[in-house]
């Protein structure tokens, strides 16, 4: 990344102010005033990625509810899956001197400068979720979340136990996640990496973004079968993609999880429920509630602790088949 310090000097001051015009409609906060520190109460500043997907809600509750019981006093905003949008309430809460700023970024890349401003006013930043790309380490204190290469893997590990018994060519479309984001450069490097070591009759013959939505998954699902109508597997960076191209498969006259095997990531309640039905084969679970653990860190870091902890706090997560689903979802937390 460039070092833009010369130019972040003059604009910091200016860029703060624009961000809190820019954010005040989409924060949500549940914190009490508008400054930083009230009493002896931390002060945490949290930028979500948006709304894109179950997972995502499940996190933003799991926030929520761990801030509210720890006594953490959370101001929240919602970035709407857009960069700026983040960058801009990263500033809002430079501005209002919280004590620390959590946020899961939408992209890996371009996060430098704010991180730079951050980290000039003093204020600790926790990644949660996903990962950035900096040319300077000390300008995050710690990331809590999944190693999303290894989940790719793991979701290629389970495919080769959904076709265990499938002969002939296997013909996959990827559905890719956001485009640049952490979960889905590495899913896809990650289930890749499994697929050309383990059978190079696997060949992925359409791949794109549905940019984790539902209705991603099924606008670009339906693109897929119209150009290539011999995908028999579809491999789907998480469940909301999957539910939405299960939909675009039923419209093509073909049977999701039979004629089309799915292989997906994260194990929301939906992507469980289409398990049991036997729409989707497998899930390669991605761990959503890092309230808790967000809290416990932004404790520690307040209290000038922060290099007592790890730089990547990995999450502990599981593998399902569709056999398991229907005794596992009665004991799902999201
Ligand atoms: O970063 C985690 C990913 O983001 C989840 O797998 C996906 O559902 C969400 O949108």
Request: charged share 20%; net charge neutral; with cysteine.
């Amino acid at each position: 990344m460039l070092d833009r310090r010369s130019f972040l000097a003059l604009s910091a001051a200016t860029a703060a102010a624009g961000g809190l015009a820019a954010c005040a409609k989409k924060s949500d906060t549940a914190s009490s005033g508008s400054s930083g520190s009230s009493g002896g109460t931390i002060t945490l500043g949290f930028s979500q990625v948006g709304s894109e997907s179950g997972w995502r809600a499940a996190n933003t509750q799991s926030v929520k509810d761990a801030a509210k019981a720890a006594g953490i006093n959370l101001k929240f905003s919602d970035a709407q899956q857009k960069q700026e949008n983040q960058i801009s309430a990263i500033r809002n809460y430079i501005a209002q001197k919280v004590d620390v700023i959590a946020f899961s970024p939408v992209v890996v890349t371009g996060w430098d400068a704010v991180l730079k401003e951050a980290k000039a006013a003093g204020i600790p930043v926790v990644l949660t979720d996903r990962s950035v790309e900096t040319s300077d380490s000390s300008l995050y204190v710690t990331l809590v979340g999944s190693d999303f290469e290894i989940e790719g893997e793991r979701a290629a590990h389970l495919l080769e136990k959904v076709l265990a018994d499938h002969k002939g060519a296997v013909k996959i479309a990827q559905l890719e996640g956001t485009t640049g984001a952490a979960p889905a450069i590495e899913r896809a490097k990650g289930f890749k990496k499994v697929m050309d070591a383990s059978d190079p009759t696997w060949k992925i013959v359409a791949s794109q973004s549905g940019d984790f939505t539902r209705a991603g998954g099924k606008q670009v699902m339906a693109a897929f079968l119209q150009a290539h109508s011999d995908i028999n597997v579809l491999f789907a960076h998480n469940d909301d993609m999957a539910i939405g191209a299960i939909q675009s498969i039923q419209a093509a006259g073909k049977k999701p999880g039979t004629d089309i095997k799915i292989v997906s990531i994260d194990g929301v309640h939906d992507g469980f429920v289409a398990m049991t039905k036997g729409q989707i084969n497998a899930i390669a679970e991605c761990n959503p509630l890092l309230g808790p653990q967000l809290m416990d860190i932004v404790k520690t870091v307040h209290a000038g602790k922060g290099s007592t902890l790890e730089r990547w706090i990995k999450t502990k997560e599981g593998d399902y088949m569709a056999a398991q689903a229907a005794a596992a979802l009665p004991t799902r937390k999201y």
